[in-house]
C-alpha cells in the first residue's frame, strides 16, 4: 500500500468480503486488490451484478469453471483461466466503496492504458476475448507490437512472452524524466531493465508484490 501511495494511488475504503486482510489502491481508473494471502491467486476481476442470472450465458462459451462459490450465504464469485493460463474472476458486487478521488487526478505513473498480457497465442487469446465481448485489433506497429483488445471498461493487450513474460500494467506519461525524477524524491527506483524494443522510451518498475508497471513516453 506505501508504494502505491508514493506511486500517488488512493485507498479506497474496503468491505467485509474476505476473510482475510485486503486492500484496494486506485488511481482513479484501475482498482488494485491486495490481498494478504499467500494462496489467493492473482487475477482479473470483473464486477458482474446478478451473477447467478448471466452463469447460463457464461456456461454456453465453454468456459470451465474453475472457482465456483454461488448460494444465497455467500459471496458470489466464479473464475476460469484464458488459453495462457491467466485467470478471470467474476464477483457479484465490488468488494469496496468508491474512491473520493476527483476525475482528473492522476498519479506520477500517468495514464493507465491498458493490462498488458502475456500471450503465446495471441490469434487464440483475441478470439477468447472477443467471445466475452472484447474488440480485438492488431497493433503491429505500435512500439511494442500486440494485439489490442478493447472494452467501455478495460482495454487488454496481448504481447509476446518475449517482450512481457508476466502479466503488466502499462501506462503512459507525457514526461518520463519528470516522472522518474519524481518518482526517486519519493524512494521509488525503476528497474534497469525494459523490454528491448522499447529501450530509453520507457520504463519498468516492480511492486513490493511483484506486479510489474511499464510507464512509456505517448506514442
Given amino acids: 500500500m506505501d508504494f502505491y501511495a508514493r506511486l500517488g494511488f488512493s485507498e479506497a475504503e474496503v468491505g467485509e468480503a474476505w476473510?482475510?486482510?485486503?486492500?484496494?489502491?486506485?488511481?482513479?481508473?484501475?482498482?488494485?486488490g491486495l490481498h494478504q494471502q499467500s494462496d489467493f491467486p492473482s487475477s482479473l476481476t470483473f464486477v458482474k451484478p446478478d451473477l447467478l442470472a448471466h452463469l447460463m450465458h457464461f456456461e454456453t462459451l465453454g468456459?470451465?469453471?474453475?472457482?465456483?462459490?454461488?448460494?444465497?450465504?455467500?459471496?458470489?464469485?466464479?473464475?476460469?483461466?484464458d488459453g495462457s493460463g491467466h485467470l478471470i474472476r467474476l464477483v457479484e458486487a465490488r468488494t469496496f466503496s468508491p474512491s473520493k478521488r476527483k476525475p482528473l487526478d492522476s498519479s506520477l505513473c500517468g495514464y493507465f492504458a491498458e493490462l498488458g498480457l502475456?500471450?503465446?497465442?495471441?490469434?487464440?487469446?483475441?478470439?477468447?476475448?472477443?467471445?466475452?465481448?472484447?474488440?480485438?485489433?492488431?497493433?503491429?506497429?505500435?512500439p511494442l507490437p500486440h494485439v489490442a483488445c478493447t472494452s467501455d471498461s478495460i482495454d487488454i493487450g496481448l504481447y509476446l512472452p518475449a517482450h512481457l513474460p508476466e502479466p503488466t500494467l502499462l501506462f503512459e506519461v507525457e514526461n518520463l524524466d519528470k516522472a522518474r525524477t519524481e518518482m526517486a524524491g519519493r524512494g521509488v527506483t525503476p528497474?534497469?531493465?525494459?523490454?528491448?524494443?522499447?529501450?530509453a522510451a520507457a520504463m519498468l518498475l516492480h511492486a513490493p508484490e511483484g506486479t510489474p508497471i511499464l510507464i512509456q513516453a505517448p506514442s
Fill in 191 to 199: 528497474s534497469a531493465r525494459v523490454p528491448g524494443p522499447l529501450k
Fill in 19 to 32: 476473510s482475510h486482510p485486503y486492500a484496494v489502491m486506485t488511481d482513479g481508473r484501475v482498482c488494485l
Fill in 118 to 142: 502475456p500471450a503465446a497465442d495471441a490469434n487464440a487469446a483475441k478470439t477468447f476475448w472477443e467471445r466475452l465481448g472484447f474488440v480485438g485489433m492488431e497493433e503491429p506497429h505500435a
Fill in 63 to 81: 468456459l470451465e469453471f474453475e472457482i465456483r462459490r454461488l448460494g444465497n450465504d455467500v459471496f458470489n464469485e466464479v473464475g476460469w483461466q
